[in-house]
């Protein structure tokens, strides 16, 4: 098949075209330039799109001799990935930019360019495995490689995705094997470190990236009885779960630490509580998406949900629960003004959609609207939703009456 190989310049996908190559297929690699904003590229080993990482990926594809481009993908890349990040902090939600850019630019704008030039496929050096089911339908697996399993970020891709998606190293039982197989080819990048998780933010400093992006305005700081404890500089510098750096002189009445339980952008308000407050048992979600199958086709009612696990972090361990398809949004503006940061347009809280419902066996702990809940059975993916709000309680009826 015609295959084009989305090259980094690292070596997960240097390895990547190397077996694609050595499968004989016909390829052709592409590395994307997804940053023009000064402050944002990195310099050193390793960066977001470097001059050096794409000359990195060049050198790989003259020794693997084939084709091999540059696209400017930079200006998509800001308005789709960097601005909705921004406005997503700016609604008090907590995105993963990473999961957007599979969405909507390596999944989308690249492969929907890739198969109007003719290509079946575009390669990555994910690590997950694309298998297919007894009526040769593409289901997406966990990478071999637990440690490096990267199948969360990649909950968002649809089975008309997964039909066009060839990850060459998902299988490989180890990282290790990749470097030493990298080295064996004689490719520079062997011992490149791996990419950091939010590949615009030079540093990791996330907060002080968005710090002169998102205006700031003081408000107040309460208990959940309502109580005022003391006020913040700006909402958006809070974070679900956090313990240090609350800025609350008095004690709490029972004598035990406190978390952030809360960020309200209406009222500007951060809410704190104790470790118990934080524990959740339900999720609801929105902007839901299917890697194959939906529930619906599994046998699955409105009434019994199906059987799962699901996790809300690329590295967190995934928990027993049972999905439902929830209510359908049928009507909802794309975006809304946030509140705190006027004339700042944001994504809509709600937009429209089928809502997921997800009630956990095992309470969860310190869970933020906007991270995504990906839901597994076993190793395979079977969809996404954004975390849209959480419950203390489930709403489900009790597990032996779920059905799948
Ligand atoms: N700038 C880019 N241009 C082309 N492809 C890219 C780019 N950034 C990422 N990719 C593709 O997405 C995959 C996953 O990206 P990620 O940033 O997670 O890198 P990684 O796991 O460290 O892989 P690698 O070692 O190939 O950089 C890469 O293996 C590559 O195929």
């Known amino acids: 098949m015609r295959v084009l190989v989305a090259m980094s310049g690292g070596v997960d996908s240097s390895v990547a075209a190397a077996r694609a190559v050595d499968a004989g297929h016909e390829v052709v690699g592409v590395h994307l330039a997804l940053s023009r904003m000064p402050g944002t590229l990195r310099t050193g080993s390793r960066g977001c799109c470097t001059i050096e990482d794409s000359r990195d990926a060049h050198r790989v594809a003259g020794m693997l001799d084939i084709p091999f481009y540059v696209w400017d993908f930079s200006e998509r890349f800001k308005e789709d990935i960097v601005d909705d990040f921004i406005a997503e902090y700016a609604a008090g939600r907590t995105p993963n930019p ?35 089911d007894d009526e040769g339908r593409p289901e997406l697996h966990r990478g071999e490689d637990l440690a490096k399993d990267q199948s969360y970020v990649l909950g968002v891709l649809t089975s008309d995705q997964l039909e066009h998606c060839y990850f060459p190293i998902g299988a490989t039982v180890s990282k290790a094997e990749v470097r030493a197989e990298a080295a064996e080819r004689g490719f520079s990048v062997a011992n490149k470190p791996d990419s950091y998780d939010i590949c615009f933010i030079p540093d990791g400093d996330t907060k002080a990236w968005l ?113 439902w398809l929830g209510e359908f949004v049928a009507e909802a503006p794309e975006h809304e003004v946030n509140p705190i940061v006027d004339e700042v347009e944001v994504p809509a809280a709600r937009p429209a959609g089928q809502l997921m419902y997800v009630d956990v066996d095992e309470e969860l702990s310190g869970v933020a609207p906007g991270q995504t809940m990906v839901v597994y059975r076993g190793t395979r993916v079977l969809g996404q939703a954004t975390i849209d709000s959480t419950a203390k309680d489930r709403i489900t009826p009790a597990p032996e009456f779920a059905g799948a």
């Open 211 to 323: 710090a002169d992006k998102i205006p700031m305005r003081p408000g107040l700081i309460k208990d959940s009885e309502g109580e005022v404890l003391g006020e913040h500089d700006g909402a958006m510098t809070y974070t679900i779960g956090q313990r240090k750096g609350l800025g609350i002189e008095k004690p709490a009445r029972d004598g035990k630490p406190r978390f952030v339980t809360g960020l309200d952008p209406a009222t500007n308000t951060v809410t704190v509580g104790s470790r118990a407050d934080l524990a959740v048992s339900h999720l609801t979600g929105i902007r839901t998406s299917w890697a194959g199958a939906a529930p619906s086709d599994m046998g699955s009612t409105p009434e019994t949900g199906i059987d799962c696990e699901v996790q809300i972090r690329a590295h967190a361990d995934p928990v027993a629960a049972r999905a």
């Open 98 to 132: 990473c999961m957007r850019c599979n969405e909507r630019i390596k999944f989308a704008a690249l492969l929907d360019r890739a198969l109007a030039l003719g290509f079946d496929a575009i390669a990555t050096g994910h690590y997950a495995e694309v298998l297919r």
